[in-house]
């Protein structure tokens, strides 16, 4: 008979499971007819879920529960800038709720994984389908590669062919799903590379390669920048040598002007892609690329009634985040009626997208983007307070250098678009995260049982 503690241990982990769904698959089953309200159900869920696990958890490790209390404290700093925010600038109750959720949401699933005494049988079962439903989605972007320029695979109106390789997160051509799925596919990936050593190199090195195709193929070239430039930063982090720190700056130099240049002169159908990043007439500090990027850093402070906004920003959802350059535009007729407050700086940044042909040829000179809108919604007391949780998640959680390229990398992404605020990424990242650091946890206590039974077989 089982008890019932075993039975609560079994019933968390399900919970993280189906909530975790509830974050994953929205955009597919959206894609196919089901309302679009489902792509809000995972707050709902992953919340509440995640809320019941860290109330009711019971463990005797206080290291453990400090975790995720140092975690817990975080996102509480995180709230009271977004509540002051919001009082100053009138921003509405639905504004809070949204834009909270879509900055903290995958560190309170987080705190919860990390509550949850995983080992044993229900911690593989967890693992194995957390990688299987990543598993789906790259499996399924290799299939819409084959399947939508033939048109047996149905395509969603807007956007080319490589748009809509999206895997398990099609929403649409210009979702910009083709980005959220290919990160996805590379940190599984490259997960299942590093910790599945029992499993022939042939598959591992077969799942990494299949993960950069859909890059490639679905157009997604932002991506390997962003993993580029987070392993780049990665190894910056681990040079104490400052005679080394200087041969990997001259080494990166180096290879930056190498590819600099082959995107200038060679006309390769390999590089035409990111050639579209490469024109010497844009180029300056006041230059087209640099005016259309850094718009929001120009334009949100035209729009400061005082010092404070400084601090505080223009209220969460007014600028330039996920909520309000994205999705205040497009469930406009749903957020409204429920109290939702706009701002029209957002319409005049996200004009810019319109008006210049940059953004068009390429997302990296998008002037929507999260570090933008973070700053542009909480100000910079709302950028540090986030700069501090992540860097609890760096120094406490990050059990090794995959964890840390991950969370570099997602940073760079930041940079680009909205991606640090998409659920199915994020959410993946914490289950990644926390699934790492509980494999961890779970090899020291091995070790400390040998230990306790070595000292028996030696004083015994």
Known sequence: MINSKKKGFISNSSLILIAYATAFFPRFLSSFGAPPIINFVHFIVVTATSLYILVTIQTKKRSQMNLVWDILIGMFLILLVTVFSAVV???????????YLFQ??????????????LAGDSFQRLKEYVLKFALCNLVLALAQSVLLPIGIYPKPSGGTIQDNITGVFGGGGGSAANYVSCTVSFYFALYYFLNYKFVPRWIRITLLLAACYQIQVSDSKQI?????????LLLLTKVKDPLKLCL?????????????WALLNLKLELLQPYQNWINRDIWGFDGLAARTKFAAFRIIPSYFTSSLNWFIG??????????GGWVMRDYESVLIPLGATIHPVSQRIFDIVTISYLPRESTVYFPLYTWAGIWGDIGVVGLFSYFYLCSIVWRRVCVDDFG??????????????????????MLTMACLLSIR?????????????RQAMLSQEEYG
């Open 314 to 323: 223009l209220g969460p959802g007014h600028t330039v985040t996920r909520l």
């Open 224 to 232: 390997f920048m962003a993993l580029a430039l987070g392993y780049g």
């Open 248 to 260: 990997y700056i001259v080494f990166i130099v180096a290879v930056t002007i190498i590819a600099g």
């Open 404 to 425: 840390k390229f991950m969370l570099l990398s997602t940073a760079v992404l930041g940079c680009i678009l909205t991606q640090m605020e998409e659920p199915g990424q």
């Open 89 to 99: 600038n009138q921003a509405g109750l639905i504004n809070i709720a949204l834009q």
């Open 437 to 449: 650091w509980h494999e961890e946890q779970e090899k020291k206590q091995l070790e400390i049982h």
């Open 104 to 117: 903290t949401e995958a560190f309170l699933f987080l705190a919860a994984m990390l509550a949850v005494p």
